[in-house]
């Protein structure tokens, strides 16, 4: 079992940049791939960035070039760089851990992010 942990939400103007960071524990050894996702009011989750324990990313098209996920297995941290956030960035944001072996995926509680414009 692995708990996640997001934090570093809040609000921001058009044009800012936020941090956000994941902390997991439990069962944390067996964590293979990590990945942030959003979902705004109304809207389907979806998958914003993945990293996989070999330092592969993913980024969903609406975030290319502004936002980066990075990953510190050594503090068993997940992190996503948002920069140029836009009001349509708006959404809460969700760490999820999945492990291969168990097919089975873990998600944090989210941490809402807001920008305004």
């Known amino acids: 079992q692995v708990q996640l942990v997001e934090s570093g939400g809040g609000l921001v103007q058009g044009g800012g940049s936020l941090r956000l960071s994941c902390a997991a524990s439990g069962s944390i050894f067996s964590i293979d791939d990590m990945a942030w996702y959003r979902q705004a009011p109304g809207k389907q989750r979806e998958l914003v960035a993945s990293i996989t324990s070999s330092g592969s990313t993913y980024y969903g098209n609406s975030v290319k070039g502004r936002f980066t996920i990075s990953r510190d297995s050594a503090k068993n941290m997940v992190y996503l760089q948002m920069n140029s956030l836009k009001p349509e960035d708006t959404a809460v944001y969700y760490c999820?851990?999945?492990?291969?072996?168990?097919?089975?995926?873990?998600w944090g509680q989210g941490t809402q992010v807001t920008v305004s414009s």
């Open positions: 999820k851990a999945v492990q291969r072996a168990t097919m089975t995926s873990s």
